[in-house]
């Protein structure tokens, strides 16, 4: 078991994620972000961020996600929270609700923007306050809010997490294969005079094509070669290598079925190191004592609510045209 979570750990540690780890609400769609938020206007809340978080993280962010989520006053209510979560893969009611009651402090059935903004704070930053992010951790894990957690609880969550750190990571790769697709296009439309002329027409060819002749055709034309017609699949399937690289025993097995794995085998570790008196539950005062001897899995586990974000990233785009610009922002 040793050798698997010493993997596990550094397996996601290793995979950094490519914008910084402050987190604000808003959702992430694994297609045609740009398309929500182009003309979206900035909320009060919003604009208050700005003078909270640094610039550099304002800059990679897309504050306009937080406006689809809150109110004009920057509240945001469990449904919203829940469809935000939803976005995010994260289904499971109970995980979405102890969230939300997490950072819901003052318990009045809604999320302030001072409290999202503390709530991130405890655990999204390096400078995070111990005590808060503790408590923070712990009362999320603590899906009923009994004051303890049980097994079932922290796996539930960790499940939930590493759930959510998949799907921005798929969520990057597919911004990055965009913009690859994007850079690829304005250099080959250089070289190749073609009749289609802009992006969306050729992205269409080699990402939603038709049929294989189509295929054929459109990849004959531009040089491009079955084998990278579709970078969002061999993404994946590099990403499901990585994976059973370092887990051999799950080798062969879905994505949904590693995560369900993994979730289990570290929230039984965590138990087990963490429940001193071995009563099947960790209470805060165990929590406190685990997390202060700062192992590896408690770094672990704090790790991954630090990556946690709720927010899609702004997509840096130059539009090629305005027919192009158009489309995307309907
Ligand atoms: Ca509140
Ligand atoms: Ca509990
Ligand atoms: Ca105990």
Known sequence: MRTALTALRTFFRSRRLARPALALVGGVSLVGIAKNTCQAEMKPAAVEMKNVFPSEVMEKQNLHNL???????GNISLEFFTMAMNELGVHNSEVVQSFFRTLDTDGNGSVSFEEFVAGIAAIGSDTAEPLSRLKFVFDSCDLDGNGVIQKEELRKMIHALLVTRENLWMYERRSEIDRDLEKEFQQRSLAIDLEMNTFDEWHKAVLIRQNDEEEEEYGANLGVTAADTDPLDKARSERMQQIYASFPHLKG???????????????????????????????????AKWADKGTKDAEFLFSLYKDFQIVEPQIERTYITDEYDTLWCL
Do not use: Q
């Not at 406006?67 to 006053?73: A, E, I, L, P, W």
């Open 253 to 287: 097995k879905p994505l949904n079925v590693c995560l369900a794995s993994l979730a289990e085998l570290f929230s039984s570790h965590i138990l087990s190191e963490a429940d001193l008196n071995k009563d099947t539950v960790i209470t805060f005062d165990e929590f």
């Open 67 to 73: 406006m689809k989520y809150s109110d004009k006053k």
